[in-house]
């Protein structure tokens, strides 16, 4: 049985002609005629000038129609295809099971339907007035002010200059001075003495009614009272100090922090030792104080009421301390308010004279020595000198 290659070994010569034409784009067009014989392919490769001409040249095949039953007979071939008609969608059957929600589902409608009410107002009742801050309380020294501060608005703001504090409060005893308010809240009381303080050595008893009202209508529920107590007499300095040496006879000037009667404070001093005796002693005169210059600057800044100057009426024993008492009971210029304990102020009264210290200083052109004394020294330099004797013999000694 013998095969004939040649249509087949046409195609495998064509197509590769054709790969060359494509990899080899300069290599000059070449033109084929084929032939109309079968079963074999003939075709003749020739040269030209122009490649596209050629193209332009080259003549469709005429075709020839196939006949309707070989049509049919090649549709024939095909597998018939499936019913068209249509059927519903179907999703796939899911195989996971699907948890449970947590909580309850509640359905609702989309849009919500709301219904809408006017707001309608709780009847309230207003807060009970209440005083939040008094200021100054309980025991002080100067009070140059009284603040009163009520929770809520006393006053409107229209009549905050109109003060009308006996409907509100009261202060017992009534001090000079004038009440007046510090926005709608706050009450303030300024003195008008000449110290612009309250009198000291009082107790005063500042009292808010019951009746007081605020703006909204509020009230307290209760009265209400405060205590606001000065200081009683007390000694506030004393000159000379307690440590520096005093003669046996000295002038000891108080002071006081309030104005005082001499007299009645001197009834309430007491001089005494360290044995605890009493030691008499007399007021001085303010012109003896003046003329001395040790005490014209207490006197110079402090009022005439503020101070008092005794001295004993005996020497007293060397380097001894003393103390001046002022007991209690004392009373004050200012107030009926007495010392509650005893006052005092010390002194010390120089003892022999002494020599405390004795430093030498030696130098080629002579020496010095410096001397010091438990006591001032009142004797002049000039005399000094005839009072002290250098073993050995000094040829000349100079204070």
């Not at 075709?63 to 499936?82: C, H, Q």
């Not at 210290?357 to 030696?362: G, L």
Request: contains cysteine; positive net charge; aromatic residues 6%.
């Amino acid at each position: 049985m013998s095969v004939n290659h040649q249509p087949f070994m046409a195609r495998i010569w064509a197509t590769s002609l054709a790969l060359l034409l494509i990899i080899l784009p300069s290599t000059p067009a070449l033109a084929v005629e084929t032939t109309a014989k079968t079963p074999k392919l003939d075709f003749t490769l020739t040269e030209t000038e122009n490649p596209r001409d050629a193209d332009a040249s080259a003549k469709v095949a005429a075709g020839t129609p196939m006949a309707p039953e070989r049509v049919k007979e090649l549709i024939n071939r095909f597998a018939p295809l499936p019913d068209s008609q249509n059927h519903e969608f179907r999703l796939p059957e899911q195989s996971l099971v699907k948890p449970q929600l947590p909580g309850s589902i509640t359905r609702e409608t989309f849009p919500p339907t709301i219904i809408r009410q006017k707001p309608v107002a709780k009847p309230t009742q207003p807060s009970p007035l209440k005083v939040t801050r008094v200021s100054p309380q309980g025991l002080v020294d100067d009070v140059k002010e009284i603040a009163v501060t009520f929770s809520q608005p006393m006053v409107p703001l229209s009549e905050a200059k109109t003060v009308k504090p006996d409907a509100i409060l009261k202060l017992t005893p009534q001090p000079q001075g004038q009440w007046e308010w510090a926005g709608t809240q706050t009450l303030l009381f300024h003195p008008t003495n000449p110290e612009k303080r309250l009198p000291k050595a009082t107790n005063y008893k500042l009292t808010v009614f019951q009746s007081a009202r605020s703006v909204s209508g509020s009230q307290l529920p209760k009265e209400e009272t405060f205590s606001i107590d000065s200081v009683p007499v007390a000694i506030s300095g004393s000159y000379p100090g307690a440590e520096t040496p005093q003669n046996k006879q000295p002038i000891v000037l108080l002071l006081f922090n309030q104005d005082i009667d001499r007299d009645k404070v001197a009834a309430h001093l007491h001089l005494r030792g360290p044995d605890q005796k009493e030691r008499a002693f007399h007021q001085v005169s303010d012109s003896a104080i003046r003329e001395n210059v040790s005490y014209q600057s207490f006197v110079n800044e402090f009022p005439k009421k503020r101070w008092i100057a005794v001295m004993p009426d005996r020497e007293l024993s060397l380097g001894e301390r003393y103390r001046l008492i002022l007991e209690k009971g004392c009373p004050s210029e200012e107030g009926p308010r007495l010392t509650e304990g005893d006052r005092e102020a010390q002194f010390v009264v120089h003892d022999r004279l002494k020599i405390t210290r004795c430093t030498p200083s030696v130098n080629p052109d002579g020496g010095s020595v410096l001397i010091n004394f438990n006591n001032q020294i009142a004797t002049p330099p000039e005399k000094l000198a005839n009072l002290i004797k250098i073993s050995p013999n000094a040829s000349e000694i100079k204070c």
